[in-house]
């Protein structure tokens, strides 16, 4: 029986460790609402394709790849840091916070600020919201802002759609589309891989 409950305990353990990847690749690719365990750490690589529908200022057509890494600082809170290198545009660097407000046994919401540098300075605003209908799926929504501190403020807004798979205990499969909602945004494809580090 305790071998049983054991067992039990460690699956429920490395389910949330598996949908905790926190690399938000603010409006950038990949979006997740779950923050990561305590002293838990994740790194990933992510390609994408960023299509240009006659955005205005539109400078990061084509391929980008992103490498990313979080920390967990607390169970609701963690940090993240992650490098973009586009093969058409100036590289992207950015660092954030995430933080849990809502979680129940599906379902999972959060909010991330931070500042990044790309074509300009400037900080990411969003709010995710995952389900998990079966343990090793995940769909997730939000809302995604990239402000740039320009001469003039050039909001970016998306709205990321991502479905996650979980492969085993430490591997973890996504693919993303960011679907832009403002004038500046572009439409963005995107597939990965994460790995969870206990």
Known sequence: MTATINSVTMKRLLFLLLFSLPILLSAQVVNFAKTLPERAWSVGLTPAWH??????????????FAFNGGYG?????????RYVYFMNGA??????????IYEARKSYFSVIGGLHKWDRFGCDLTGLFTYIPRYEL????GLDADLSFALEMNPRIWVPI????????????FAEYNLPVSDRSWDIVAVGINLVLR
């Open 73 to 81: 600082l607390l169970y609701s809170l963690d940090l993240n840091a």
């Open 162 to 173: 991502n479905v996650g798979y979980n492969v085993n205990e430490m591997m973890f499969l």
């Open 91 to 100: 590289d992207y660097i950015g660092i954030d916070a995430q933080y849990l």
């Open 138 to 141: 995940s769909l997730s929504i």
């Open 51 to 64: 299509v240009d529908r006659n955005v205005i200022l539109f400078d990061a057509g084509g391929a980008s």
